[in-house]
């Protein structure tokens, strides 16, 4: 309780450091952009977000570091999420059934002509498969979770009444660096390739985008919003995660290498999944487009690694507060954004 209280008041004075000292700068910024006029505040912003970006993230840093929030050794000071009493084949067998329920729920539901509809890779198909899918995979992750917490009660897998607040500004604290890595990501694109990528890349948002008017469209958004996270966030960070660190017994090694695997299983082979699975799965997991000449669901290699530092911001504000409804919390404002993004 005390660890966790000190992870939530460590990111609350991160948040106030942060603005305290953006603030004193404010004046002068102002001052400088008074007389531009519309035209040139748009091409300056332009020109200096790189840099604007990557103050912000030094600032955060030093204040998180400042904190002990970031230091070597701070989660093991702040208090280890008790993950002992449950072996770890145990943790990753629950995430794997997950995942396998996901891909099994989404197969059967697509095979129902009165849920899906006679068209396959339809709006209503995508949206009711998905929505189903997701739903059978959420009920069974937190039944496992709900069975896991009498085993394993300070393994951080329950959910409190502040984990909202806490995941806003968790996200509030990471946004920046993953538009920091966004922007370099697409920067290197754009110099090797000479081309600049789509403004929506990704066939789920398009979908969206040219269906927005319609209720099944609404129903996928709800999925990718509300499902999706809740189902990955029980897989990634309250089994995968908390596996890794009963094996690892290092909270480092057990959020990098979960993120790895966070990012890599968002490109997936289409050999090793039905074909309803692979659409179902492309069209539920933001940043990912389709493979060139193929169906099989991918992100772009510059996309990979704003998805690996996310899921690291996610695994560390997980162990730090210790709470499983904050880690589902900043992934939801993730991919919201992207929808919203999208729609804008």
Known sequence: MIGSQNGSRGMIAAVCGTIAVCGLAAPALAQDLSDATV??????MGSVKLWVLLILCGLITLVLWLGDFLRPGSIQRSGLRDVSSLPSILWILGGASVFLSLSMAVDFAAGLPWLAGPTEGSMRAIATSQSVGYVIAGVLGISLIYLMIKSAPKAGLGFGSADLALGVLAFA?????????????????????????????????????????????WLLIFA?????????????????????LKWTKAPIWSIVITSVVFAGLHWTPHAVMSDSTVVALGQALPWVSQVEGGTAPGAPYYALVPLFVLSLAIGLAYERTRKLGVAITMHAIFNGLNVAIALS
């Open 224 to 244: 990718v919003v509300m499902l999706v996270p809740i189902v990955e966030e029980v897989v990634f960070r309250g089994f995968l995660q908390s596996g890794l």
């Open 173 to 217: 604290l990471a946004y920046p660096f993953l538009e920091l890595t966004a922007s370099l990501m697409l920067a290197m694109h754009e110099g090797i390739t000479g081309t600049q990528p789509a403004e929506i890349a990704h066939s789920t948002l398009s979908l969206i985008v040219d269906n927005q008017n319609s209720g099944w469209a």
């Open 39 to 44: 035209g040139e505040l748009i091409r300056e």
